[in-house]
């Protein structure tokens, strides 16, 4: 067990020198991409304000963007404040930025955490049931309706959700994270879960796909092997097959695939806000990006990048756990 | 030989092919096991040997019923009297019928090797297969290591062991001893005459003619699919005179310590198999007859043969 | 013989696809600007003999909104997969045959990209160069190029170790001479396919982005703006803004994905085993 943590604390160190090194360049590239853009974050600032800005407010935002000073310099000065807290302050939203990340996070995080366990769930199910009935009916079935998924948007799969199940049906609401006209503090956890259903459902049938085709094969090659062959010669059904060693050897590489798909997950969250008007970081980013607020914009990026890096690290952690080679050539 | 005990595997012209398409939908059948016979009693052990491409392990997987599902099989296997069918196959394997498979790559990588010989078995069999453990001088931890931590004599002992977790009677031995030093070899090979003498039935497949015939009562020679040749190991060690097919005594004479002469061609592959006897196309003493029609099995002095021209 | 090859199968079908997919977008670009030009008098007009598609709030008939919108998506698409599989080329040939450094540089940079969700960066990049076709043709370009890059790299490094490479630079033939003799030969089918293997992916992510607002001007015919815009009307029951356009954009997806698929059974038979 010693090992396995020395090896842990390795990967673990390894990896978050490369993470730093992606979110800097991140910061960089996104600052020098948004100071090249024709939309000018002060001026966007004071024009949301009308006349109403007085020199001090105006001083102090230019100097957090450092107005007349070199890039780098300022590249720089606006990394310092970043790593210290500050965000800047949004200019549709008129308030820090790092407090809006901070609350949009948990509803962003509510949808993709529902939509990463049902799409995870779903799709290691039906992975299994294909690479268990491989080229027969149920798996030929299924994998066309990956396929089928993997081509559909799921934008529209969201909007076809709320034409049939809201407008239609009326079972679930047109969209908001929580009855309008109701104070944060008083809305049930059963109303935000109601609230949630049609986006995470939407969420995870446009990522059960990728989950549900790579366990499918990993299956196939489980039961394609040698040990799998001495299993049936001691008399193992294909149950006990799938529960004994097929589970054992498909469930760790599917759970670190999804770790590292958490970008697909982002990007997914931003569409499936988009189209349910669900209050989270996707809607955000897209009002920040048409209405030129760059401090919210930035924020967000340097966000996305860091939330894609942690699913990554956590991926090539479990590769350690899965594999106990792995974990002995730490020792 | 003693009064011949009662049969506990009875193998009668069992064939092997494989559906194979080639060229598109072209349909061929390939067969690598051909009307093959073997008698397997109590106690005794029985070396199928041959050269490697023989289709011995096939064998195996016939005898198991684990063969993959394109297989197309022929013939008749009796076990204990009763006709083999999948269904007591299904039944009788991993309890009466167990295999000992070639390399620690039929171990799950990711399960610890206690578990794994324990198996499936319901009720669990783990104090068991811990005197086993300890019979094979396999340390008390070993059952916590994983597959790729076991040295090659351990997996070999950690192999047998989970055969013999569960009583079986047969026991069918996939090639045990490649890549073993030769005291490994010798100690596995012990192992299995232990087995035999405690009154259970091993099948050796292998290709080491020369340790099968010191440790097996009798020796099938296999070649291209099918057994040329089964006679008491004793006949191998009195040398080629008391063999009966050409193709076991040249085998015999391949052997290092007997002048290591091979017979020049090759074992034909399975797509090609001559017409008549399989040996015919490298037999110094081939007929017409023998290139015309495969010849059967006869008794020929203690042993079967598959020649015309043995006597 | 009885059945057709599988191949000559492949050709027919990538034949008939390409067509069509030829057919649609022809279509796309000949339908005049006036034809979709909509009158009051028939605003929100269910699906009928006349307008296949219905129309839209504003009049609008959507069958030809859908048919523009499909013809700019694929412009779009071919448009933003080349430049994406130029990127690939040079960025998989330049790891494979550069120091290890440039390879471990390459790797990086292919993190970096994946480092962040595509709609976000594509944002980012189309908010940079002030919204509209160049914003969303640089943003689809610059996400798209990573996983044929990657595929790219590892098949020079393949064909590097191949002998008769080896035996060329024993003769003494120059980096140049082997990339152009042995190299793209080799590398042109999987190029190919790559791209066409894109193109459905960069279709989607331009229609992501409409959607979002980001893409073509409102007034334009794309097929996400169209959806966009039929939201509005959702809770009033017109169904078929929504409905119409988006399943023949899945269609078309799927066509160019078969195209696709055929194309690969044609160029690379190997691969297409599966």
């Given at each position: 067990m010693k090992g396995m943590s020395g090896w842990l604390i390795r990967i673990f160190a390894v990896n978050s020198i490369k993470i730093i090194s992606l979110l800097l360049a991140v910061s960089i590239i996104s600052f020098v991409l948004v100071s090249a853009s024709p939309v000018d974050p002060v001026r966007q600032y004071i024009l949301g304000l009308g006349t109403a800005v007085s020199l001090e407010q105006r001083a102090e935002i230019e100097s957090y963007w450092g107005i007349d000073e070199p890039p780098a310099e300022r590249y720089l000065g606006w990394l310092f404040e970043v790593l210290n807290g500050n965000l800047g302050e949004s200019a549709?939203?008129?308030?820090?930025v790092a407090d809006i990340i901070g609350e949009r996070f948990w509803n962003s995080l509510a949808l993709m955490l529902c939509a990463w366990i049902l799409a995870g769930g779903i799709g290691f199910v039906l992975g299994c049931v294909m690479g268990m009935y491989r080229n027969r009916l149920p798996d030929r079935i299924l994998k066309k309706v990956c396929y089928l998924l993997s081509t559909v948007p799921a934008f529209w799969l969201g909007l076809l959700f709320l034409l049939v199940f809201s407008v239609r049906l009326g079972w679930f609401p047109v969209g908001f994270s929580s009855p309008i006209g109701v104070p944060g503090a008083d809305v049930s956890i059963w109303q935000r879960l109601y609230h949630l259903i049609l986006p995470a459902v939407t969420l995870s049938l446009m990522s059960f796909a990728n989950i549900a085709l790579h366990t499918r094969q990993k299956l196939a090659d489980v039961l394609d092997s040698d040990y799998v062959l001495f299993a049936r010669a001691r008399g193992e059904g294909q149950w006990t097959i799938l529960r004994r060693h097929g589970l054992r050897n498909i469930l760790l590489p599917a759970l670190t695939l999804q770790f590292a798909s958490f970008a697909e997950l982002f990007g997914g969250s931003v569409m499936a806000e988009n189209v349910f008007s669900y209050p989270g970081l996707g809607s955000a980013v897209a009002d920040a990006g048409l209405r030129g607020d760059v401090p919210l914009l930035l924020g967000v990026t340097l966000f996305s990048a860091l939330f894609v890096c942690a699913g990554n690290m956590m991926a090539n952690l479990l590769y350690g756990v899965v594999d106990p080679q792995i974990r002995e050539a730490g020792k | 030989m003693e009064q011949k005990k009662e049969t506990l595997l009875e193998i009668h012209n069992l064939s092997v092919s494989f559906r194979m398409y080639d060229h598109g939908l072209e349909q061929t059948n390939l067969r690598v096991i051909s009307d093959l016979h073997l008698t397997v009693r109590p106690g005794e052990i029985v070396a199928v040997a041959g050269?490697?491409?023989?289709?011995k392990s096939l064998l195996a997987s016939a005898i198991l019923g684990i063969?993959?599902?394109n297989a197309v099989v022929c013939g008749h296997l009796h076990y204990k009297g009763r006709e083999l069918t999948g269904q007591l196959q299904k039944e009788l394997c991993g309890k009466e019928i167990a295999l000992v498979p070639q390399s620690v790559a039929f171990l799950d990588p990711l399960m610890k090797v206690g578990a794994q010989a324990d198996g499936h078995y319901r009720p669990k069999l783990t104090e068991k297969r811990r005197k086993l453990f300890e019979r094979f001088h396999l340390p008390g931890h070993t059952e916590d290591l994983y597959p790729f931590q076991l040295s090659g004599g351990m997996a070999r002992r950690v192999l047998v062991s989970a055969a013999l977790v569960t009583d079986a009677e047969l026991i069918i031995a996939d090639?045990?001893?490649?890549?073993?030093?030769l005291d490994q070899a010798l100690e596995a090979l012990r192992m299995f005459r232990e087995m035999a003498d405690e009154g259970k039935a091993v099948i050796l497949i292998t290709h080491d003619i020369d340790l099968a015939f010191e440790f097996a009562d009798t020796v099938a020679v296999f070649y291209a699919g099918t057994t040329v040749e089964t006679a008491p190991a004793s006949d191998f060690k009195k040398?080629?005179?008391?063999?009966?097919?050409p193709y076991s005594r040249a085998l015999w004479e391949a052997l290092p310590q007997n002048g290591f002469r091979p017979i020049p061609g090759f074992q034909p592959y399975a797509g090609s198999l001559p017409?008549?006897?399989?040996f015919a196309p490298r037999c110094p003493y081939k007929t017409e007859k023998c290139g015309n029609q495969i010849p059967p099995v006869r008794e020929v002095r203690g042993g079967e043969v598959r020649c015309y021209r043995a006597k | 013989m009885k059945r057709m090859n599988r191949r000559t199968g492949a050709v027919c079908l990538a034949a008939v696809l390409a067509a069509v997919l030829c057919t649609v977008y022809a279509c796309g670009i000949l339908i005049p600007e006036e034809a979709v030009t909509g009158s009051f008098l028939n605003a929100g007009c269910p699906p009928c003999l006349e307008h296949p598609f219905g129309t839209d709030a504003l009049g609008r008939d959507l069958f030809l909104r859908t048919l523009k919108g499909l013809s700019v998506s694929m412009t779009v698409g071919l448009a933003a997969s080349a430049v994406s599989a130029v990127i690939a080329v040079l960025v998989g040939i330049a790891a494979a045959t550069g120091s290890k450094l440039m390879d471990g540089a390459v790797n990086w940079l292919i993190d970096l990209v994946m480092g962040v969700p595509h709609t976000i960066l594509i944002i980012l990049i189309s908010f940079v160069l002030g919204r509209g076709l160049r914003g969303l043709l640089a943003g689809i370009a610059a996400t798209h190029w990573c996983s044929l890059a990657r595929l790219i790299r590892s098949e020079v490094l393949q064909l590097r170790s191949q002998q008769y490479v080896a035996v060329s630079r024993r003769l003494g033939k120059s980096g140049g001479w082997i990339l152009r003799h042995h190299l793209l030969p080799h590398l042109a089918p999987q190029l190919f396919v790559g791209l066409i293997l894109m193109f459905p992916h960069a279709i989607l992510h331009e229609a992501s982005i409409s959607f979002l607002g980001f893409g073509l001007p409102p007034e334009q015919s794309a097929i996400g703006i169209i959806l966009s815009e039929s939201m509005r009307y959702l809770s009033a029951g017109m169904w078929w803004p929504a409905v119409l356009p988006g399943l023949t954009l899945v269609m078309i997806v799927l066509l160019v994905d078969k195209t696709g698929d055929s194309l690969r059974m044609i160029f690379d038979p190997y691969s297409a085993q599966e």
């Amino acid at each position: 067990m010693k090992g396995m943590s020395g090896w842990l604390i390795r990967i673990f160190a390894v990896n978050s020198i490369k993470i730093i090194s992606l979110l800097l360049a991140v910061s960089i590239i996104s600052f020098v991409l948004v100071s090249a853009s024709p939309v000018d974050p002060v001026r966007q600032y004071i024009l949301g304000l009308g006349t109403a800005v007085s020199l001090e407010q105006r001083a102090e935002i230019e100097s957090y963007w450092g107005i007349d000073e070199p890039p780098a310099e300022r590249y720089l000065g606006w990394l310092f404040e970043v790593l210290n807290g500050n965000l800047g302050e949004s200019a549709i939203y008129r308030r820090p930025v790092a407090d809006i990340i901070g609350e949009r996070f948990w509803n962003s995080l509510a949808l993709m955490l529902c939509a990463w366990i049902l799409a995870g769930g779903i799709g290691f199910v039906l992975g299994c049931v294909m690479g268990m009935y491989r080229n027969r009916l149920p798996d030929r079935i299924l994998k066309k309706v990956c396929y089928l998924l993997s081509t559909v948007p799921a934008f529209w799969l969201g909007l076809l959700f709320l034409l049939v199940f809201s407008v239609r049906l009326g079972w679930f609401p047109v969209g908001f994270s929580s009855p309008i006209g109701v104070p944060g503090a008083d809305v049930s956890i059963w109303q935000r879960l109601y609230h949630l259903i049609l986006p995470a459902v939407t969420l995870s049938l446009m990522s059960f796909a990728n989950i549900a085709l790579h366990t499918r094969q990993k299956l196939a090659d489980v039961l394609d092997s040698d040990y799998v062959l001495f299993a049936r010669a001691r008399g193992e059904g294909q149950w006990t097959i799938l529960r004994r060693h097929g589970l054992r050897n498909i469930l760790l590489p599917a759970l670190t695939l999804q770790f590292a798909s958490f970008a697909e997950l982002f990007g997914g969250s931003v569409m499936a806000e988009n189209v349910f008007s669900y209050p989270g970081l996707g809607s955000a980013v897209a009002d920040a990006g048409l209405r030129g607020d760059v401090p919210l914009l930035l924020g967000v990026t340097l966000f996305s990048a860091l939330f894609v890096c942690a699913g990554n690290m956590m991926a090539n952690l479990l590769y350690g756990v899965v594999d106990p080679q792995i974990r002995e050539a730490g020792k | 030989m003693e009064q011949k005990k009662e049969t506990l595997l009875e193998i009668h012209n069992l064939s092997v092919s494989f559906r194979m398409y080639d060229h598109g939908l072209e349909q061929t059948n390939l067969r690598v096991i051909s009307d093959l016979h073997l008698t397997v009693r109590p106690g005794e052990i029985v070396a199928v040997a041959g050269s490697s491409g023989s289709g011995k392990s096939l064998l195996a997987s016939a005898i198991l019923g684990i063969l993959p599902s394109n297989a197309v099989v022929c013939g008749h296997l009796h076990y204990k009297g009763r006709e083999l069918t999948g269904q007591l196959q299904k039944e009788l394997c991993g309890k009466e019928i167990a295999l000992v498979p070639q390399s620690v790559a039929f171990l799950d990588p990711l399960m610890k090797v206690g578990a794994q010989a324990d198996g499936h078995y319901r009720p669990k069999l783990t104090e068991k297969r811990r005197k086993l453990f300890e019979r094979f001088h396999l340390p008390g931890h070993t059952e916590d290591l994983y597959p790729f931590q076991l040295s090659g004599g351990m997996a070999r002992r950690v192999l047998v062991s989970a055969a013999l977790v569960t009583d079986a009677e047969l026991i069918i031995a996939d090639e045990p001893t490649p890549g073993m030093s030769l005291d490994q070899a010798l100690e596995a090979l012990r192992m299995f005459r232990e087995m035999a003498d405690e009154g259970k039935a091993v099948i050796l497949i292998t290709h080491d003619i020369d340790l099968a015939f010191e440790f097996a009562d009798t020796v099938a020679v296999f070649y291209a699919g099918t057994t040329v040749e089964t006679a008491p190991a004793s006949d191998f060690k009195k040398g080629p005179a008391a063999l009966r097919h050409p193709y076991s005594r040249a085998l015999w004479e391949a052997l290092p310590q007997n002048g290591f002469r091979p017979i020049p061609g090759f074992q034909p592959y399975a797509g090609s198999l001559p017409k008549g006897c399989l040996f015919a196309p490298r037999c110094p003493y081939k007929t017409e007859k023998c290139g015309n029609q495969i010849p059967p099995v006869r008794e020929v002095r203690g042993g079967e043969v598959r020649c015309y021209r043995a006597k | 013989m009885k059945r057709m090859n599988r191949r000559t199968g492949a050709v027919c079908l990538a034949a008939v696809l390409a067509a069509v997919l030829c057919t649609v977008y022809a279509c796309g670009i000949l339908i005049p600007e006036e034809a979709v030009t909509g009158s009051f008098l028939n605003a929100g007009c269910p699906p009928c003999l006349e307008h296949p598609f219905g129309t839209d709030a504003l009049g609008r008939d959507l069958f030809l909104r859908t048919l523009k919108g499909l013809s700019v998506s694929m412009t779009v698409g071919l448009a933003a997969s080349a430049v994406s599989a130029v990127i690939a080329v040079l960025v998989g040939i330049a790891a494979a045959t550069g120091s290890k450094l440039m390879d471990g540089a390459v790797n990086w940079l292919i993190d970096l990209v994946m480092g962040v969700p595509h709609t976000i960066l594509i944002i980012l990049i189309s908010f940079v160069l002030g919204r509209g076709l160049r914003g969303l043709l640089a943003g689809i370009a610059a996400t798209h190029w990573c996983s044929l890059a990657r595929l790219i790299r590892s098949e020079v490094l393949q064909l590097r170790s191949q002998q008769y490479v080896a035996v060329s630079r024993r003769l003494g033939k120059s980096g140049g001479w082997i990339l152009r003799h042995h190299l793209l030969p080799h590398l042109a089918p999987q190029l190919f396919v790559g791209l066409i293997l894109m193109f459905p992916h960069a279709i989607l992510h331009e229609a992501s982005i409409s959607f979002l607002g980001f893409g073509l001007p409102p007034e334009q015919s794309a097929i996400g703006i169209i959806l966009s815009e039929s939201m509005r009307y959702l809770s009033a029951g017109m169904w078929w803004p929504a409905v119409l356009p988006g399943l023949t954009l899945v269609m078309i997806v799927l066509l160019v994905d078969k195209t696709g698929d055929s194309l690969r059974m044609i160029f690379d038979p190997y691969s297409a085993q599966e």
